[in-house]
């Protein structure tokens, strides 16, 4: 079998051992579950991925990640990593031979952090709050006051965009970088709740950086195979609406 | 070297955390004091994002968030280092790190509530502390193993903190022999010098903290 494993000969012992090697628990629809993934193809590190289901949580998760009990969990020659951006990190320090994921300048590395504190913290509880505000009795103006949210803090992150990428593609510059990742990984669910609610949230008026980034986000290698497609996700999307409508058991 | 400048404000244990790094590596710095009630100009200016304290400014350039911060510190200055070469290791104090980050809502709620909402903030604080005495620090003398580090940092507040809130409350949140690993890392951490010379006034944190939670507990009324 092919090895794409691009770290040094002494860490790549074969594909076989490569790819039990480094191990993901994850479930597919997870935005914090693709960022590890988006790491991994982007040093070419083969791993296996050990999907997690909706209804329980495997042993090894549990055991992996007693604290939380959350994926995506990465196992790598059997100690456990948890906690997405952690996982990344980890990711970029291990595999050096592929591209930096961090910038290496300091200055520029917190600006990075940065970004990615602000968008996990602040901006993506946001935009679950048009899906919370659907379940609201004020619903039109629960919604309106949601969406407003969510559209300045995208133009907050449009002049991040300007300032990181500095004419280039990417948050990270010519390549893929960390803010790009932390970012891109919700674009899924942007989408989906854009579907669903009628609304375009990234959009050329206001976002047109934004608008190029994203698409050029999701057509990336390291991105096309992990990216979920919308539909599915409006179906799950779905599926917890409905858990969280129905009355509670007995 | 370039000029360093904390603005920060007595006393926020987040402001803390940062000359507590930059005293343990002597680093020399210009600390500001902001008022709360009255941020500067030039706070403004250099978070504008979050108007927030505490920000490091590093040869005119601002950074802001306490652990990216730190981050900043330990990748520019490594004299005296704060986080563990090894890759894996590096993990595991980013993960207490981030579990302090992520839980101290639940202190705060523990502070800021009362009734039914102070009664789960109780429950969910003492999990916490059950969680950290058992899986964080394990036999280790600091989370940084025989030195402060990341998270010692990011945790420090409980070891001085937690006992001006506990009065301010009027409820005991942590005892010693419930948490005996816990107490001694708090005695050991309160001793390291560049700790123990740098730690709030408590009559003057007393008066402080017994302000906010009128405040904030009148307003929860409203």
Known sequence: ?250 | MEEVKLFGATPSPFSYRVIWALKLKGIPYEYVEEDLSNKSALLLQYNPVHKKIPVLVHGGKPIAESIIILEYIEQTWPQNPLLPKEAYERAQARFWTKFAEDKSLTFYAFFRSDGEEHEKAIKDALEVLRILEEQGLGEKKFFGGDTVGLADIAWGWMAYWLGVMEEVVGKKLFEAHAFPRLHEWMENFKKVPAIKENLPERNGMLAHFKRQREILIASSIS
């Open chain 1, 1 to 250: 079998m092919f090895c794409k494993c691009s770290s040094s000969p002494r860490l790549c012992l074969g594909s076989a051992m490569a790819t039990s090697d480094v191990k993901l628990l994850g479930a597919w629809a997870s935005p914090y579950v693709m960022r590890p993934r988006i790491a991994l193809n982007i040093k070419s590190v083969s791993y296996e991925f050990l999907e997690e289901t909706f209804e329980s949580k495997s042993q090894l998760l549990l055991q992996s990640n007693p604290v939380h009990k959350k994926m995506p969990v990465l196992i790598h020659a059997d100690k456990p990593i948890c906690e997405s951006l952690i996982i990344v990190q980890y990711i970029d320090e291990i595999w050096t031979n592929g591209p930096s994921i961090l910038p290496s300048d300091p200055y520029d590395r917190a600006i990075a952090r940065f970004w990615a504190a602000y968008i996990d913290d602040k901006w993506f509880p946001s935009i679950i709050g048009i899906t919370r505000a659907q379940g609201e009795e004020a619903k039109a103006v629960a919604t309106a006051v949601a969406i407003e949210q969510v559209s300045a803090g995208l133009v907050v992150l449009e002049e991040a965009f300007e300032k990181c990428s500095k004419g280039k593609g990417y948050f990270g510059g010519e390549q893929i970088g960390y803010v790009d990742i932390v970012l891109g990984s919700f674009l899924g669910w942007t989408r989906m709740t854009e579907k669903m609610n009628g609304v375009k949230l990234i959009d050329e008026a206001k976002t047109p950086g934004l608008v190029g980034w994203a698409e050029r986000f999701c057509a990336n290698n390291a991105v096309k195979e992990v990216m979920p497609e919308t539909e599915k996700l409006e179906e799950i999307a779905k599926m917890i609406q409905a858990k969280f409508r129905a009355p509670p058991p007995k």
